[in-house]
């Protein structure tokens, strides 16, 4: 292996449900965004500045770094604010930004608040990650490097010896699962140019995910590109040649989903966690990266392809809107009471029924995830083998949940 160092292994929070999911199933680091000057202003449930503290404080509580996305162009309206988001940051004890512009970076630098740069830097070579090195210790390499490509980066660092602001060797991250843009990392201007909202900015309409009609302009004919999503790329996976990754030097993996569901968030997460180790501990087999794709596939996915690290060429449509995952969660019902000694949940169902035997998860600001399956079911005193709609039950679970919490059962889409 060409490391010694830990593997980072980085998840999306676009809420405190993702936020105790990514915890619970194993990430090293989280990153999200407040409500402006994020790449997710407009797709992510963000948080505000006044979570920034409780959400040090919860990271820290699990061991867990906190990454702040401050990761949009910067225009000179947006710099007081832009210092008051990295002030709040530092403050609240926030452990380090990801930014993209240089305004942010030399902010940063002057108040010595840890930086890391994000891909919209479209970092590509060595000289690059030289300059940068003043700046910040970890660094996100541009989507568009294969992995021979990151490969060299990594051994030139050595080679070179090129330190960051810590003294330490540069770190250099890359991402490893979720969406990808059809644009160079992501910097893209089709909705800017049709709706006036720059996708640079944090605002993109996802004009890229549609499908579209062909205009012959001599004669007006319009064609419909059939079964093609001709911009929506498929999303990225890399659990398959994960060993490959981790040779190259990479030291972050980077899960992409601000915008997703706690159950993406955990399933996900859970997935890399388990490929890493297995990877470190000797046991990473193709069987067991067969396993991991199926678990893949049942949360939201447009499909999945390698990107370009293997040094495919664009190409890999999804020909389809919407998701590919082979489950479907159904919302039912929503938490009332738990009971810490006899572990047993209770519950007030809202929606559909519920059965013995459904596949269940859970999801709340502090409960994170629960995935499980309805082994009995109480009304009052009795054992039932369904709950229907109006009626509050009880179930065992090992697991505590909240009032704030929500049942969905699980079924195949």
Request: aromatic residues 8%; hydrophobic residues 35%; charged residues 25%.
């Amino acid at each position: 292996m060409s490391t010694t160092l830990p593997i980072e292994l980085m998840s999306p929070a676009g809420s405190y449900e993702s936020l105790m999911s990514a915890i619970k199933a194993g990430c090293n680091s989280v990153y999200f965004g407040v409500e402006q000057l994020n790449m997710r202003a407009r797709a992510a449930n963000n948080f505000t500045l006044e979570d920034l503290k409780k959400i040090a404080s919860v990271c820290k509580e699990h061991h867990v770094k906190s990454y702040l996305t401050l990761n949009t162009v910067l225009y000179d309206h947006d710099i007081n604010l832009m210092k008051s988001i990295i002030n709040t940051a530092k403050e609240s004890g926030i452990t380090a930004i990801i930014a993209a512009d240089h305004a942010a970076m030399n902010y940063a630098k002057k108040i010595g608040m840890e930086l890391h740069i994000s891909t919209q830097a479209n970092i590509s070579n060595i000289d690059t990650i030289e300059f940068y090195s003043e700046y910040a210790d970890v660094m996100v390499l541009a989507r568009e490097l294969s992995l021979k490509q990151v490969a060299e980066i990594t051994r030139e660092i050595k080679r070179r010896n090129i330190t960051g602001p810590s003294g330490n060797l540069i770190q250099i991250e890359i991402f490893a699962h979720g969406a990808l843009c059809m644009a160079v990392s992501g910097k893209c201007y089709l909705s800017l140019h049709s709706h006036f909202a720059s996708a640079n900015r944090g605002a993109c309409i996802q004009n890229c995910r549609r499908n579209y009609i062909v205009t012959d302009k001599e004669e007006g004919i319009e064609f419909e590109i059939d079964n093609e999503y001709i911009m929506s790329a498929k999303d990225l996976c890399t659990i398959n040649f994960i060993d490959q990754i981790i040779d190259a030097g990479v030291i972050v993996l980077k899960l992409e989903g601000r915008g997703r569901s706690a159950d993406y968030v955990y399933t996900v997460t859970k997935c890399y966690r388990e490929a890493i180790d297995s990877y470190l501990n000797g046991t990473y087999t193709p069987e067991k990266t067969e396993e991991w794709m199926k678990k893949l596939e049942t949360v939201f996915n447009r499909g999945f392809w390698d990107g370009y690290y293997l040094g495919k060429k664009m190409g890999e449509w999804h020909n389809e809107s919407g998701s590919k995952s082979t489950k479907r969660k159904i919302y039912v019902a929503k938490g009332a009471h738990y009971y810490e000694k006899a572990k047993i949940g209770e519950f007030i169902l809202e929606a559909q029924y519920l059965n013995v035997g459904d596949e269940i998860m859970i999801t709340g600001p502090t409960t994170g995830y629960i995935e499980s399956k309805v082994l009995e079911l109480r009304v009052g005193d009795k054992n039932v083998e369904r709950v229907n709609r109006g009626e509050n039950f009880t179930m065992p679970l090992n697991e505590k949940i909240r009032a704030s919490d929500k049942l969905y059962k699980l079924v195949d889409a």
